[in-house]
Antibody, heavy 113, light 106 residues
Framework: EVQLVESGGGLVKPGGSLRLSCAAS????????MNWVRQAPGKGLEWVSS????????YYADSVKGRFTISRDNAKNSLYLQMNSLRAEDTAVYYC??????WGQGTLVTVSS | DIQMTQSPSSLSASVGDRVTITCQAS??????LNWYQQKPGKAPKLLIY???NLETGVPSRFSGSGSGTDFTFTISSLQPEDIATYYC????????FGQGTKLEIK
């Protein structure tokens, strides 16, 4: 069974940092490009970042460029998102996704003082 | 930057109705378009990829068409379990989602 399980979300103050993790199982993680997609409360989906299967190509949305860093460890079947300089507008459920096909259940990040 | 315009933003229909949602890209994206279904509190689910290909396991009442800049998503006969928000997403360039269409039962 394919599983993507996000963790690391929580409440953080503006300007703070969080590191999200996504543990993958049930498919060949190293063959898939991976994505982070977020959804603010009551809002639509927003693509955040992508990383190719071998980490050769990395892309960010303008809204997070310079503050967020995506990475992966194929040996550990894991995807990460380091989030620095967090803002209130970063408050959202963060999903990891294997290309378009497999999605995790999401982890909530709340940025508030 | 590519812009995606999805319409309508909300839609009310009866069980058995044919439902159509459109997505327009600001420039040619070939067939690099996905359609997703998202139910409240759940992750998005891929329904259609490459504009017109049905994802494995997805009921055949769902379909997609189009290429270039104009795309259409259709539910041929609406079922109660289809109540959800639907999103298009282009991936010709950096991924971008449409604004979503909230589908309700009349």
């Amino acid at each position: 069974e394919v599983q993507l399980v996000e963790s690391g979300g929580g409440l953080v103050k503006p300007g703070g940092s969080l590191r999200l993790s996504c543990a993958a199982s049930g498919f060949t993680f190293s063959s898939y490009s991976m994505n982070w997609v977020r959804q603010a409360p009551g809002k639509g989906l927003e693509w955040v970042s992508s990383i190719s299967s071998s980490s050769s190509y990395i892309y960010y949305a303008d809204s997070v460029k310079g503050r967020f860093t995506i990475s992966r460890d194929n040996a550990k079947n894991s995807l990460y998102l380091q989030m620095n300089s967090l803002r209130a507008e970063d408050t959202a459920v963060y999903y990891c996704a294997a290309e378009a096909t497999y999605w995790g259940q999401g982890t909530l990040v709340t940025v508030s003082s | 930057d590519i812009q995606m315009t999805q319409s309508p933003s909300s839609l009310s229909a009866s069980v058995g109705d044919r439902v159509t949602i459109t997505c327009q890209a600001s420039q040619d994206i070939s067939n690099y378009l996905n359609w997703y279904q998202q139910k409240p509190g759940k992750a998005p689910k891929l329904l259609i990829y490459d504009a017109s290909n049905l994802e494995t396991g997805v009921p055949s009442r769902f379909s997609g068409s189009g290429s270039g800049t104009d795309f259409t998503f259709t539910i041929s006969s609406l079922q109660p379990e289809d109540i959800a928000t639907y999103y298009c997403q282009q991936y010709d360039n950096l991924p971008l989602f449409g604004q979503g269409t909230k589908l309700e039962i009349k």
